[in-house]
């Protein structure tokens, strides 16, 4: 095992690592953005139905926005802190403002979660459009409660 390299995501020191936006990694014109929500290492972690309800709107929205055609992957991290967005050919203020301007959809939106059927979902129970608000509230709140830098403090 002395031959496996480490990867970037572990050298961040995710004691002091507060919720907002960062880039995490970029690779030819594709930018890996850390979508921060909760802070790590706490007992303050998104549970599945609130990850998989906010995964369904978001990804929804974000996919039908400015950046349709940039998305490469939007999904949740395992640890339970919050996503990964993938965009091909955009800048961070860009980005920024579509992921701010989503969670306002979110927010807005009337009706069923997208994706709500058991034919479009392999668990469609576990989706709650409730908690997706709760928690693009808390992180549309997040993100404007300080200046987003894009870089990890250390």
């Known amino acids: ?11 961040i020191n995710h004691d002091i ?7 995490s990694r970029v690779d030819g014109d594709v930018t890996t953005y850390d979508l921060r929500h909760r802070r790590p290492n ?9 990850l998989h309800s906010l995964e369904h709107m978001f990804a929804t929205y974000i996919r039908n926005g400015e950046l349709r055609d940039n998305i490469i992957y939007y999904g949740p991290m ?12 955009s800048d961070n203020e860009t980005v920024l403002r579509e992921v701010k301007k989503t969670c306002e959809r979110i927010l807005a939106h009337e ?27 808390r992180y549309l709140d997040e993100l404007n409660a300080r200046t987003q830098t894009f870089t990890y403090d250390e």
Do not use: H, W
């Open 1 to 11: 095992m002395d031959n496996i390299a480490r990867i970037a995501s572990f050298s």
């Open 17 to 23: 690592l507060l919720p907002g936006i960062y880039v």
């Open 42 to 50: 706490t007992d303050d972690l998104i549970d599945n139905s609130t």
């Open 78 to 89: 395992g640890c339970q802190t919050g996503f990964y967005l993938l965009i091909r050919g």
């Open 111 to 137: 009706g069923e979660v997208f994706g709500k059927a058991s034919r479009e979902c392999g668990n469609y129970r576990n989706l709650s459009l409730e908690a997706a608000k709760i928690e693009a509230r």
